[in-house]
């Protein structure tokens, strides 16, 4: 999923639209103000907030001002208000002239962990909605115009890829031989607390001696930090020349959602998600430990974009 123009900008190319369609309705010959350039910066990122900071520039080909006073919005994810938007400084979009608009989009981190729980439990569905108003100041009076867009954003983050069999070879204990024929991962239960992750794994014992999987230990890493880790005992037995399939389930720790979510923001709406599984396996009444799965993927979003696409076709 590629990222788009954040949806801030077409609630722009609507305020634009509302103007123009004010002078057509006066003048017919005046002409609607376009949009030439986007920028966007980070903002004040904290534990407690997210800020993104987008720069519009704005060309009004008539000789008379657009009075936009001011934008305020909320944005809801899942039914969840996570923040709000509104602009910076100077709004008006000046006769015969370009003019940059600036608007801030300022996220509550401590609302994303909810959020992550609807997402999850919703397939890794998410409905986007954009609420509040344009502000236009008329001379005697200030005009509010409401504004309420939809969109929607999924995600796929435990791809098909992330755990291909292909090219998986086997690993040796002592005198035995696993090889892993097949494993994919899914999202299972999710609470306010956790959501876990269960992993799949077909394993074939190669060797002629039986095999114990005692145990495992588990790793999950999303930009470079652990949102979980742990022992987990098991007691499956491989007979010699034999397959087993075997379900790990790893908890991811909710509470470290927010945490994740700044560096995801930071680093463009991209992270990279790791998971590391080492199992414990018993072999002659020895116990041994080593890497069994190391895989990764990577994921994107584009988590207040996804009007922007219809919203031009207001300009």
């Known amino acids: 999923m590629k990222i788009k123009i954040w949806v801030v900008i077409g609630i722009l190319i609507v305020a634009v639209a509302v103007i123009a369609g004010l002078f057509e309705f006066e003048r017919s010959e005046l002409g609607k103000p376009t949009v030439t350039g986007i920028t966007q910066d980070l903002g004040e990122f904290t534990a407690t907030k997210s800020e993104i900071l987008t720069s519009v520039v704005m060309k009004n080909p008539n000789p008379v001002p657009i009075p936009l006073e001011s934008i305020e919005a909320d944005v809801f994810m899942n039914g969840i208000k996570i923040g709000e938007i509104s602009s910076v400084g100077k709004t008006e979009i000046e006769a015969s002239h370009e003019s940059i608009l600036r608007l801030s989009t300022k996220i509550d981190n401590h609302k994303i962990q909810d959020w992550w729980v609807s997402h999850i439990k919703n397939g890794e569905r ?59 991962s899914r999202f299972g239960a999710v609470t306010a607390e956790e959501t876990e992750i269960i992993t799949t794994v077909i394993l074939s014992n190669e060797g002629d001696i039986p095999i114990l999987l005692a145990g495992y230990d588990y790793e999950i890493v999303m930009n470079g930090m652990k949102l979980g880790e742990g022992k987990v005992a098991t007691n499956d037995m491989l007979a010699p020349d034999s397959a087993v399939t075997i ?8 509470d470290k959602i927010s945490d994740w979510w700044v560096s995801h923001m930071k680093n463009g709406e991209r992270t990279e998600l790791k998971l590391k599984i080492q199992p414990v396996v018993e072999v002659k009444g020895k116990r041994y430990e080593y890497t069994l799965i190391e895989e990764e993927t990577e994921f994107t979003t584009s988590i207040l974009s996804g009007l922007s696409e219809d919203l031009c076709l207001f300009s």
């Open 126 to 184: 998410t409905n986007v909605r954009v609420r509040g108003n344009l502000i236009f100041d008329l001379g005697l009076t200030k005009h509010e115009y409401p504004i309420e867009f939809e969109s929607s954003l999924k995600t796929d983050i435990l791809s098909d890829s992330f755990l291909a069999s292909e090219g998986i070879e086997g690993r040796s204990a002592a005198s035995a031989l696993l090889t892993v024929m097949d494993a994919d």
């Open 247 to 254: 379900s790990l389930i790893t908890p991811l720790q909710n």
